[in-house]
């Protein structure tokens, strides 16, 4: 392993210095001693390029088997049968995925017999319900697919699609941005708004555990469990036409084995694992779930190697320098692709890269602590900031060194412009305009897009061009919402208990949904909510409400009001109006304001 350095010009560090001291000028001097940016020709000139990789297309790899690019983030693989079809992969919305079936009602009208997901991500499974046609039709997933789709949706959803948004630059137009292209696709077809005919999600019907080997319209299909950039990650093998598709396991760019939006950690080594068995099949056609599809035994193999080489590389490397005590940032610094891998055209920095995968393995192994004591229990950052501020001389001073920095370093005068704004409040405007300006120089030379886009995106956000934030609650959301368990719903509830409004609350309500037959107790308790499944509804209970499942979640979000339903009978609570006094402080607790 080896680390470059660049050093910036020392005039302006030396008029720092006086301002701030010695030691800490040394200090920041040093962090300021990170690699240079990559050359402008590596940057946007080298990520327009790479959107011929999306332009719009349909193309047969081999008779009757044709896959739509370009239409929006994920490809979409129609497989021809005897009397029927298979799709593989359904767009991230019902909009995207009719565009898509029309083109394919051009190629044949056979209907549509199955429907494969080859894992839970959104782009792959929103636009089912435009080729289900309003038919039943057979789809086919992972086991665990549906509770990954669940604990997104009813868990983590807010701060998920906040951060997709940032990845895939979907607030860029409304700030005057344009995106070059995602890296995998495009752009993702979701609105931030939540206008959009996007919910067109039907739920697994045939579920996969390591291998399912099935024969649907006359063609012969092998579905293998191959866990990679998620767990519950399938491929297709079609054994007859020697065609492999890998899902998100292969793709033309470097994998993400760590993605910016957030993710549970991806075990690289079954990742590795998952392209190696793909290599042994053997294929002759690759069809990616995203970018183009290759044919040739040999072209197809080499891709397979190389993918393989790369992400083992980078794990073997991280955990090998966690093995002499190296901390992340070292790592992430030092850890490189062999020149063979790195000029690989399928392994460019177009959506994964290698200094954001070494961080997530180092995480992966070893959680949050490297080691270092001083970071156990540190002082609030922004604490710090300020004590930083008043060594360096104060705001001005330090603004002054990151507005002469810029030029040479963007990253040191974007960090600079942080320090400022956590300490200085009079000085926000200030740095936040400085630091805008050095996350667009930061944006024009990087070419990968999701740091493009997180770049633009949060220079529009300094500049008050935009405002980020979770889509609205539509009418829309909550129908789709609807079509969930009631127990992925109420989940949903225990994260948004609010720990201030419920110290010191004992409390327990029964729900009876009487539409799916089932009944749970929420009992907060300690400021957190224990939801419990209950055989029945205990006599001595004291708060118990009857609902309609399909009606709770509109009631939770705003979208009814409770005095509307209570009156018209929609929620009976028992107890008369004592008790539902209680019910209405009770759900209080839960409130987001």
Known sequence: MACTRNRAPRQSVRHFRACMGPALAAFLIACSEAPAPPPAVAGSAALEA???EFRRDIIEVVPGIHVAIGYALANVILIEGDDGVII????ESLEAARTVKAEFDRITDKPVQAIIYTHNHTDHIFGAEAFAAG????????????????RIMNVLRPVIETRSFHMFGNYLEAGGEAIINDGIGPALAHSTTGDGDIYGLLPPTHTVDERLEVTIAGRRLVLMHAPGETDDQLLVWLPDERVLLPGDNVYKAFPNLYTIRGTRYRDVMQWAHSVRLMRSLGAEHLIPSHTRPVSGAKAVDDILQVYGDAIQFVHDQTVRGINQGLDADTLARTVQLPAELAEHPWLQPFYGTVPWSVRAIYNGYLGWFEGNSSTLFPIAS???????LALAGGADAVLAEAEAQLPADPQWAAELADL????SPDSVPVAAELKARALRMLAEVTPNPNARNWYLTDALELEQRITTGP???SAERVAFAQGFPIAGVLRSMAVNLDPERSAGVNERVVLVFPDQGVQYAVHVRHQVAVIDALPSVPEDESVVVT?????????????????????????Q?????ADTAKLLRFLALFRQE
């Open 573 to 577: 609570v028992s107890g008369g109006m």
């Open 471 to 473: 889509s609205p609650i």
């Open 88 to 91: 593989v992969d359904t767009t």
């Open 50 to 52: 790479h959107s011929a």
């Open 420 to 423: 400022v704004r956590a300490a």
């Open 135 to 150: 038919r039943d039709v057979p789809v086919y997933a992972h086991k665990t697919t549906w509770s990954h789709i669940e």
């Open 547 to 571: 609902v309609p499942a399909t009606e709770w979640l509109a009631l939770m979000t705003g979208q009814r009001g409770f005095p509307l339903a209570l009156a018209d009978g929609t929620v």
């Open 382 to 388: 922004a604490t710090r900031a300020q004590r930083l």
